[in-house]
């Protein structure tokens, strides 16, 4: 979203265009997409990951998941690691902290929901692609919002 000022057209037909390179091509060379917040906060205000010196931990986590070798949890917005499949070998990371920082809270992200839909008329609801108007949709079913 924050890249909308640097795109030099519309940009419905921005995504468009790659949603449409993406059908042509080979799924398995296509990358992969990871979601992650680790600027999520416990109770007194500090972030439950130590900082981006460790973002290398997920890295790791995220090849193994690519090569099958590390496990995750479904949610409704995908597939996020286990406590388990990080690598938290010599950090200061409880198991309470790492599950807090791994959870998926659906009430934010129905919370999420209007601000995408204000983003999508920014760019013009008649130009965003249809694909990105339904797996929007699948997100609020999955949020138990249909």
């Not at 265009?17 to 091509?25: F, Q, R, S, Y």
């Not at 680790?38 to 205000?45: E, I, L, M, V």
């Not at 981006?52 to 996020?80: D, F, M, Q, S």
């Not at 609801?125 to 609020?140: F, H, K, S, W």
Request: net charge negative.
């Amino acid at each position: 979203m924050a890249m909308l000022p640097f795109i030099g057209y519309n940009a419905g037909d921005y995504f468009n265009h790659w949603i449409e390179m993406g059908k042509d091509a080979d799924a398995v060379k296509l990358p992969k997409i990871f979601y992650v917040n680790w600027f999520r906060r416990d109770a007194d205000g500090g972030f439950l990951w130590p900082g981006y010196g460790e973002n290398g931990r997920v890295l790791k986590w995220a090849i193994e998941r690519l090569e099958g070798r590390a496990a995750a949890v479904e949610t409704a917005i995908g597939l996020v690691p286990t406590v388990e499949s990080l690598d938290v070998d010599g950090l200061d990371v409880t198991t309470e902290q790492l599950e807090a920082a791994l959870v998926v809270d659906q009430d934010e992200w129905r919370e999420e929901i209007p601000q995408i839909q204000e983003w999508f008329a920014k760019i013009g609801t008649d130009t965003v692609p249809a694909m990105l108007m339904t797996e929007l949709d699948g997100l609020r079913a999955r949020l138990g919002d249909a």
